[in-house]
């Protein structure tokens, strides 16, 4: 019985390490190659996501990075303007020429300290308009 748990649970770990994230698992992947990582891409809209599926030793994001860019803007036809991950997965904001979406603007408080107790304040903010 120990054994059969130990197999299932093993199975479903292994199954889950080559799993996409949630905003890309209804996407087909391309899988692509640059330099000696192969990747699976996943384009969603303007975000990208490049998991590496080569086996390589002791890979290190600083080296791996470069070619998931390479692989995502080959794949997109994008340039890649924003990128975070590790050295498995990345994920991409991309910039098809018009740009990154703007950020909102900034919300100030305006904040009032009331004293409590013994040095202790209690912070009273509102937003300013």
Request: glycine share 8%; charged share 15%; proline share 9%.
């Amino acid at each position: 019985m120990l054994v059969r748990g130990l197999t299932l649970f093993l199975i479903i770990a292994l199954v889950g390490c080559n799993s996409p994230g949630p905003a890309f698992q209804t996407l087909t992947p391309q899988r692509i190659t640059i330099g000696h990582s192969a990747f699976d891409v996943r384009i969603a809209g303007t975000r990208a996501q490049a998991m590496r599926v080569s086996p390589e030793w002791a890979p290190r994001l600083a080296a791996v990075a470069p070619r998931g860019v390479a692989a995502i803007e080959a794949v997109s036809g994008c340039r890649v303007a924003r990128l975070w991950g590790d050295a498995a997965v990345v994920e991409a904001q991309l910039d098809c020429g018009a740009g990154l979406p703007s950020l909102p603007p900034p919300q100030i408080l305006e904040c009032e300290q009331e004293p409590v107790f013994r040095g202790y304040v209690d912070l009273i903010c509102t937003w300013r308009e």
